[in-house]
């Protein structure tokens, strides 16, 4: 299945696997409106630009937009009520549990 898109007068395609079966949970409403304050954003910036921008500008907004961006929007990024655990965060039960193994082995 191949999707298209015009945007400014510029036909977008898109190859889309027409047998996706997402297990991925619905975002909450707050989430939806927050990707729609950023694609609005990224839109303005394309239109300021005459219709296009770079890449790096793309991810700059995308991720660093002040109160928009995925780092700079104000939401837990990590750990169990974030988005995903870093290894210094789990780094100490792995230690734990490797000590415990240990000690029940030498026993």
Do not use: W
């Amino acid at each position: 299945m191949i999707l298209k898109t015009e945007y400014h007068g510029r036909i977008m395609t898109q190859a889309k696997p027409s047998n996706i079966n997402s297990s991925l949970p619905t975002p909450e409403k707050e989430a939806l409106l927050q990707c729609e304050k950023v694609v609005d954003h990224v839109k303005s910036l394309i239109n300021e630009q005459g219709g296009s921008i770079g890449f790096d500008e793309y991810m700059d907004a995308v991720l660093y937009a002040p109160g928009l961006g995925y780092y700079s929007a104000g939401s837990r990024k990590f750990g169990a009520e974030g988005d995903f655990v870093t290894a210094p965060e789990i780094l100490s039960s792995v230690f734990s549990v490797s000590g415990l193994s240990m000690r029940t082995g030498f026993n």
